[in-house]
């Protein structure tokens, strides 16, 4: 979890200790307190030009700001791309690759290829390896679905054997 999302889950968890005419009231400070320093980030962000703003981008926290404020440099897609990149070389060495689809309302699809896809052990530890460094780039995603990510268990609940593809020389 990053220091963003630890510091979003502590504004909800104390705007739902609020009730009634109260808990409005907070959220309204708590948005505009929000859009203000939102409005001052893009000034910053303006002022310190794109190879600062590509640097500070780097940070853990700026990034997440940045993304908040839609002030990222560079494009989700581009992000995600560049994440995907740095995920590939583990998939390659289980004979695998994920290819990007989309991105549509937060929620961005990938497709495994090669040994990956339909086999449930490597498919379902490349999709945390995924989701992992997307999250880490892209936190507006709200949602990764990994097409070719077979099913752990088969009828009844009961696991099934991986069957992965073996190729013999």
Same mark, same amino acid.
């Given at each position: 979890?990053?220091?963003?999302?630890?510091?979003?889950?502590?504004?909800?968890?104390?705007?739902?200790?609020?009730?009634?005419?109260?808990?409005?009231?907070?959220?309204?400070?708590? /948005?505009?307190?929000?859009?203000?320093?939102?409005?001052?980030?893009?000034?910053?962000?303006?002022?310190?030009?794109?190879?600062?703003?590509?640097?500070?981008?780097?940070?853990?926290?700026?990034?997440?700001?940045?993304?908040? /404020?839609?002030?990222?440099?560079?494009?989700?897609?581009?992000?995600?791309?560049?994440?995907?990149?740095?995920?590939?070389?583990?998939?390659?060495? /289980?004979?695998?690759?994920?290819?990007?689809?989309?991105?549509?309302?937060?929620?961005?699809?990938?497709?495994?290829?090669?040994?990956?896809?339909?086999?449930?052990?490597?498919?379902?530890?490349?999709?945390?390896?995924?989701?992992?460094?997307?999250?880490?780039?892209?936190?507006?995603?709200?949602?990764?679905?990994?097409?070719?990510?077979?099913?752990?268990?088969?009828?009844?609940?009961?696991?099934?054997?991986?069957?992965?593809?073996?190729?013999?020389?």
């Amino acid at each position: 979890m990053t220091e963003v999302d630890r510091v979003g889950e502590r504004i909800e968890q104390l705007l739902g200790e609020f009730d009634g005419e109260d808990a409005e009231l907070a959220e309204d400070l708590v /948005h505009t307190l929000i859009e203000f320093y939102g409005a001052g980030l893009a000034r910053i962000a303006e002022l310190v030009g794109r190879p600062v703003l590509d640097r500070l981008a780097e940070d853990e926290l700026v990034r997440g700001l940045l993304v908040l /404020h839609d002030l990222h440099p560079r494009s989700t897609h581009e992000r995600v791309t560049e994440a995907l990149d740095k995920v590939r070389p583990y998939l390659g060495s /289980h004979a695998g690759d994920v290819e990007f689809v989309g991105i549509e309302d937060g929620v961005l699809r990938l497709q495994l290829r090669g040994s990956c896809d339909g086999c449930p052990s490597s498919a379902v530890t490349a999709k945390y390896a995924i989701e992992r460094v997307v999250r880490e780039v892209a936190p507006e995603i709200a949602d990764v679905v990994v097409e070719g990510v077979a099913e752990e268990t088969g009828p009844g609940g009961r696991p099934l054997l991986p069957l992965c593809p073996v190729e013999v020389p």
